[in-house]
């Protein structure tokens, strides 16, 4: 084939044997047909056999894409990952097959040509065909775009669960606009770039900070992280709210290591830690390891997470070649991505770092780094220590009515709410309040480019010098933007998620918030950039419109702290930090008392989450990834029904069968749930009981037979240990002694459960006996050995994770 070529019929010819001979295949297509996948099938089949890494990413803009091909995709390899990018109405209409040999040679296809029979045999399309030795450095950049579109975070992966999904939207548009659908087979709009690069200053301090000391929060938390090595941990997780330093908190505690991989979904990032770690450790040598640069050989290597998601780049460097790998701002990225990079390499220890966490959105932050958080500052501490701004916060009632507006999961509708954010009358109650709270510098935050256009031509018509800065925006850098905004040449910037994370903008002063908070995570990282502290700022003032949409009420528990819950359902103030302020027009206290007055939202919030998670993972996810992928606390759903298993029975996710027996043992699994664990060792009991299997678990047992277990599970890791096994009464058993470690077992986990279990369990004659267990068939006894096991694994896990 010649180097360059113009393909304008029978693509499949040339892309059928070059995925035959490719060790990564990577297909972005708009829309997938069930003939495509048809064709494709073998080949794909093939590919994954032969142990070729498949990823598929396919869209469902105006809902072309056939469930039906999505599910074959799924069905031919286990092996092969496959997501699908939720366009949430805006255009989606890439074509690409990159596929990549080995020693650096590549065929990328761009053009015309979607996942169908027509466009791979039949039809007349335009694609073209380029050798990567020709152009390497745009290969390069191809595989590193699609590594960013495919773990974008409007992609879900394709499991039955989110197919189902898709099928809904699927059937409800064709029922809706059977003429359009029938009519459209490609569009000839501009490609949309997801995850588009752009420019930003990274949030640690500023690289001409002129002494490298830590600060006080750096210290606290260098501090923490000692005490966690020392403690037998590997890994860790570090909270700091934004403007606190995270980059030179862990180029300080990189000190100690030999070797570091330092790992970010950002360039700019990349850059800017390397500038932070150079200034620190001068003696040391650094180097990039991403989409463009392959530097591996240095002491300290930047590297992106979208190089990484590649097998062929990951397995260039050894398993156990670095000693300390650092995650950065990783609360968003997609699970899987991180987690084939930190299941390949074997650190001495792993540190992530973010300044939210919430699980609101982040759902595997905590499992990433197994639920030990080293140390943790929210933005509410740090305004108290002085380290960050104080704020004055504005409530401004928003009258929309959000109910009406349709939520598609995780955000409103596009279309239907910038129908109602594009109103004269609501361009001038935001002009109105910004005009009478605002000071110098304002950063505005907006639903949709649509949203910002729109104020900022009605800004501009008010004679201010106002800027709409977002993904489309051409006749500006993101750089120049901030300067003038910083020099005074503009007065607000309005923009679209751009500023969410990563931007040092110290001056900003005013912001101003004319969307719902649909998260609670980019809620509290948009906050994060104006509480910075500058010359001249005395404070932060924020102004934001307070509608009925979802977290309205939620969102301001963030700013302050509460006496109980109890008070915030009756709408009681909330008490911000010194030289804070917060006041709420009229309309928004009244609207907060109504909120307030709806206990179900809860149930719902619950409900969603657990949804989110199902999707996610494609199945009912257990308790313990409750736990740690959840987007709430886990402990809500036992404060809300009295069992994980029980808000299973609430949310109709168990049979009839399943429900029954539920209720007829709720009593054993709200004790399991429940019972006070001032040590592990009721469920370490549990645990070993468990262990014997399905057949007998649940049958009475010594605590000779338990000691053996119990001792080896306390003892093999040094944080049980500390944790559990060092008071004077058990340090003596760190050697193992089969009748001391049966006596303790017998007084303290068997006899003291026994006492406060009302009945459920017994401590008799040297035997442990369940007792509500003692008479249930065999069916029924795998279903609660199923149940029992999962809340135990989660107590042990939530007791021992360090928080």
């Known amino acids: 084939m010649p180097k360059i070529k113009l393909i304008t019929e029978n693509l499949a010819d040339e892309l059928l044997p070059a995925i035959e001979k490719a060790s990564g295949i990577y297909i972005m297509t708009s829309f997938a047909m069930e003939s495509g996948v048809k064709l494709l099938e073998p080949h794909l089949r093939n590919a994954a056999e032969r142990n070729a890494e498949v990823k598929i990413l396919a869209g469902d803009y105006l809902f072309i894409t056939e469930p039906k091909a999505l599910r074959r995709l799924i069905s031919i390899s286990e092996d092969i990952e496959v997501r699908l990018w939720r366009s949430m109405g805006t255009s989606f209409h890439p074509k690409a097959y990159l596929l990549d040999y080995e020693n650096g040679q590549g065929l990328m296809i761009v053009g015309s040509s979607n996942m169908s029979l027509s466009a791979f045999k039949l039809g007349y399309e335009w694609n073209l065909a380029v050798d990567a030795g020709v152009e390497p450095f745009t290969f390069q950049q191809a595989l590193e775009q699609f590594f960013r579109s495919f773990y974008h975070e409007q992609t879900v992966p394709l499991n039955e669960t989110s197919i189902l999904l898709y099928e809904r939207d699927y059937v409800s548009n064709r029922t809706k606009y059977p003429d359009l659908v029938k009519a459209i087979t490609e569009l000839e709009q501009a490609d949309m770039q997801p995850g588009r690069n752009q420019a930003s200053v990274d949030d640690s301090e500023s690289a001409h900070q002129s002494a490298i000391q830590p600060r006080d929060a750096q210290l606290l938390a260098l501090e923490a992280l000692e005490a966690t090595c020392e403690e037998g941990y590997d890994r860790a997780m570090v909270v700091m709210a934004t403007g606190l330093g995270k980059t030179y908190l862990a180029g300080f505690f990189a000190q100690k290591f030999r070797r570091v991989l330092f790992i970010a979904h950002r360039e700019e990032i990349l850059l800017q830690a390397q500038r932070s770690f150079e200034r620190i450790m001068p003696e040391r040598t650094s180097g990039l390891y991403n989409g463009q640069v392959k530097e591996a050989s240095t002491d300290i290597i930047f590297a992106s997470i979208f190089t990484l998601s590649m097998k062929k780049h990951r397995e260039c460097f050894d398993k156990n070649d670095f000693d300390l790998i650092?995650?950065?701002?990783?609360?968003?990225?997609?699970?899987?991505?991180?987690?084939?990079?930190?299941?390949?390499?074997?650190?001495?220890?792993?540190?992530?770092?973010?300044?939210?966490?919430?699980?609101?959105?982040?759902?595997?932050?905590?499992?990433?780094?197994?639920?030990?958080?080293?140390?943790?500052?929210?933005?509410?501490?740090?305004?108290?220590?002085?380290?960050?701004?104080?704020?004055?916060?504005?409530?401004?009632?928003?009258?929309?009515?959000?109910?009406?507006?349709?939520?598609?999961?995780?955000?409103?509708?596009?279309?239907?709410?910038?129908?109602?954010?594009?109103?004269?009358?609501?361009?001038?109650?935001?002009?109105?309040?910004?005009?009478?709270?605002?000071?110098?510098?304002?950063?505005?935050?907006?639903?949709?480019?649509?949203?910002?256009?729109?104020?900022?031509?009605?800004?501009?018509?008010?004679?201010?010098?106002?800027?709409?800065?977002?993904?489309?925006?051409?006749?500006?850098?993101?750089?120049?933007?901030?300067?003038?905004?910083?020099?005074?040449?503009?007065?607000?910037?309005?923009?679209?998620?751009?500023?969410?994370?990563?931007?040092?903008?110290?001056?900003?002063?005013?912001?101003?918030?004319?969307?719902?908070?649909?998260?609670?995570?980019?809620?509290?990282?948009?906050?994060?950039?104006?509480?910075?502290?500058?010359?001249?700022?005395?404070?932060?003032?924020?102004?934001?419109?307070?509608?009925?949409?979802?977290?309205?009420?939620?969102?301001?528990?963030?700013?302050?702290?509460?006496?109980?819950?109890?008070?915030?359902?009756?709408?009681?103030?909330?008490?911000?930090?010194?030289?804070?302020?917060?006041?709420?027009?009229?309309?928004?206290?009244?609207?907060?008392?109504?909120?307030?007055?709806?206990?179900?939202?809860?149930?719902?919030?619950?409900?969603?989450?657990?949804?989110?998670?199902?999707?996610?993972?494609?199945?009912?996810?257990?308790?313990?990834?409750?736990?740690?992928?959840?987007?709430?606390?886990?402990?809500?759903?036992?404060?809300?029904?009295?069992?994980?298993?029980?808000?299973?029975?609430?949310?109709?996710?168990?049979?009839?069968?399943?429900?029954?027996?539920?209720?007829?043992?709720?009593?054993?699994?709200?004790?399991?749930?429940?019972?006070?664990?001032?040590?592990?060792?009721?469920?370490?009991?549990?645990?070993?009981?468990?262990?014997?299997?399905k057949e007998h678990w649940y049958k009475p047992i010594t605590p000779v037979e338990v000691a053996?277990?119990?001792?080896?599970?306390?003892?093999?890791?040094?944080?049980?240990?500390?944790?559990?096994?060092?008071?004077?009464?058990?340090?003596?058993?760190?050697?193992?002694?089969?009748?001391?470690?049966?006596?303790?077992?017998?007084?303290?986990?068997?006899?003291?459960?026994?006492?406060?279990?009302?009945?459920?369990?017994?401590?008799?004659?040297?035997?442990?006996t369940i007792e509500s267990l003692s008479d249930v068939d065999k069916r029924e006894l795998d279903i609660l050995y199923e149940w029992t096991h999962e809340i135990c694994l989660y107590r042990l896990h939530a007791y021992f994770e360090k928080a």
């Open 708 to 768: 053996p277990f119990f001792h080896h599970y306390l003892t093999s890791k040094e944080y049980r240990k500390r944790k559990d096994f060092s008071d004077g009464e058990t340090s003596r058993l760190h050697s193992y002694d089969e009748k001391k470690v049966a006596n303790l077992i017998a007084k303290m986990p068997m006899t003291k459960w026994s006492q406060s279990s009302k009945g459920q369990v017994t401590f008799a004659n040297g035997i442990f």
């Open 326 to 693: 650092i995650v950065d701002e990783f609360h968003h990225a997609a699970a899987k991505s991180y987690r084939a990079v930190i299941d390949y390499f074997k650190p001495k220890f792993l540190l992530g770092l973010t300044a939210t966490p919430d699980r609101m959105d982040g759902k595997d932050v905590y499992a990433l780094c197994d639920g030990n958080v080293a140390y943790r500052i929210h933005f509410i501490e740090a305004i108290s220590k002085g380290w960050l701004s104080p704020f004055r916060y504005f409530g401004v009632y928003d009258d929309t009515d959000y109910t009406q507006i349709k939520w598609l999961g995780n955000k409103y509708d596009e279309d239907e709410l910038t129908a109602v954010q594009l109103r004269s009358e609501m361009a001038e109650k935001i002009y109105t309040a910004w005009t009478q709270y605002k000071q110098s510098r304002t950063l505005c935050f907006c639903s949709s480019i649509r949203q910002a256009d729109f104020l900022t031509s009605y800004f501009v018509r008010n004679q201010v010098k106002a800027l709409s800065l977002h993904s489309n925006t051409a006749e500006m850098s993101r750089q120049e933007a901030i300067r003038r905004l910083e020099s005074g040449e503009f007065e607000i910037i309005f923009t679209v998620d751009l500023f969410n994370e990563g931007v040092d903008i110290p001056s900003v002063d005013t912001l101003l918030f004319v969307r719902p908070t649909e998260s609670l995570t980019v809620f509290t990282q948009q906050v994060g950039r104006g509480l910075r502290l500058a010359d001249g700022k005395k404070y932060c003032t924020i102004i934001d419109l307070i509608g009925n949409y979802r977290n309205a009420d939620l969102k301001l528990q963030l700013l302050g702290t509460v006496s109980s819950e109890e008070k915030v359902r009756k709408y009681a103030a909330i008490t911000p930090p010194p030289n804070c302020h917060i006041e709420l027009e009229l309309g928004v206290i009244d609207l907060l008392k109504e909120l307030a007055a709806k206990r179900q939202p809860r149930r719902e919030k619950l409900y969603s989450a657990y949804l989110d998670l199902k999707q996610e993972l494609g199945r009912r996810p257990s308790y313990l990834e409750l736990h740690l992928q959840g987007s709430v606390p886990s402990k809500e759903y036992r404060q809300e029904f009295g069992s994980y298993v029980g808000f299973l029975n609430w949310a109709g996710e168990l049979t009839e069968y399943h429900a029954d027996l539920f209720l007829s043992h709720e009593a054993w699994l709200k004790e399991v749930e429940g019972t006070v664990m001032t040590k592990s060792y009721k469920m370490v009991l549990l645990l070993a009981m468990l262990r014997r299997g």
